[in-house]
């Protein structure tokens, strides 16, 4: 598809993963810096997202918000960067299982977590809120990465770039505590070339006052 790409984020954000993300495809992109309150509100960036929230992606006439999403899409914009297993690849399957897992119970386990939310110990309760419980989200997305570099076959893809962010943002942060397994995913990861111009990209800009202060 063709048509310019256009990035909406902020450097203290999930917009890092998909700055990310962009890196790794290498496609030229252009970055629409948006500020934390009025502005990420306004009329003109709802057309975008009627959310108000970032990260969001312009290709083109097509719009794609929400970060795992942006990834996967990005993903199959560009095939030729290599981030996704073919259609027809058995490795496609554990690519959307992992990808949408991280997107879904973990999001959702470690936000609860984060604000408070305790979900009664009974089970009609745990499945209504999907995930179950934290232990066993964490449990499960270990064993999914534990002696394996790449969750999807034995390549790096869009879905390895979504779970090593997650697991490195939320162990920095406390979210999410620090396994041996979870460490060596994150390190074989983090080091990319891509990973790495895209965390300079924005802590340069989170350097900045007007930026730091959103």
């Known amino acids: 598809?063709?048509?310019?790409?256009?990035?909406?984020?902020?450097?203290m954000s999930r917009g890092r993963m998909v700055r990310w993300m962009l890196e790794e495809?290498?496609?030229?992109?252009?970055?629409?810096?948006m500020a934390y309150g009025p502005s990420m509100k306004?009329?003109?960036?709802?057309a975008v997202n009627p959310l108000g929230k970032v990260p969001a992606l312009r290709h083109g006439d097509?719009?794609?918000?929400?970060?795992?999403?942006?990834?996967?899409?990005l993903a199959d914009a560009?095939?030729?960067?290599?981030?996704?297993?073919?259609p027809g690849d058995p490795a496609r399957a554990p690519y959307y299982?992992?990808?949408?897992?991280?997107?879904?119970?973990?999001?959702?386990?470690?936000?609860?977590?984060?604000?408070g939310v305790v979900v009664p110990d009974d089970p009609r309760m745990r499945g209504m809120v999907g995930y179950g419980?934290?232990?066993?989200?964490?449990?499960?997305l270990e064993r999914a990465v534990t002696g394996v570099r790449c969750v999807a076959g034995d390549r790096f893809s869009a879905a390895d770039l979504y779970l090593a962010s997650h697991l490195g943002w939320g162990m920095a942060f406390g979210g999410i505590e620090k396994?041996?397994?979870?460490?060596?995913?994150?390190?074989?990861?983090y080091g990319r070339p891509a990973a790495v111009r895209a965390r300079a990209i924005d802590d340069a800009l989170l350097a900045e006052p007007q930026r730091a202060g959103g």
């Open 1 to 11: 598809m063709a048509g310019e790409l256009v990035f909406y984020t902020h450097p």
């Open 25 to 33: 495809v290498g496609a030229p992109y252009r970055t629409e810096l």
């Open 42 to 46: 306004d009329g003109s960036f709802r």
């Open 62 to 73: 097509a719009t794609v918000t929400e970060t795992a999403a942006i990834c996967a899409y």
């Open 78 to 86: 560009f095939p030729e960067a290599g981030l996704a297993p073919p």
């Open 97 to 115: 299982r992992w990808l949408f897992f991280c997107a879904g119970p973990v999001e959702a386990a470690v936000t609860n977590k984060a604000l």
């Open 133 to 140: 419980s934290l232990p066993e989200v964490l449990d499960a």
């Open 179 to 189: 396994r041996p397994a979870f460490e060596t995913y994150v390190a074989a990861h």
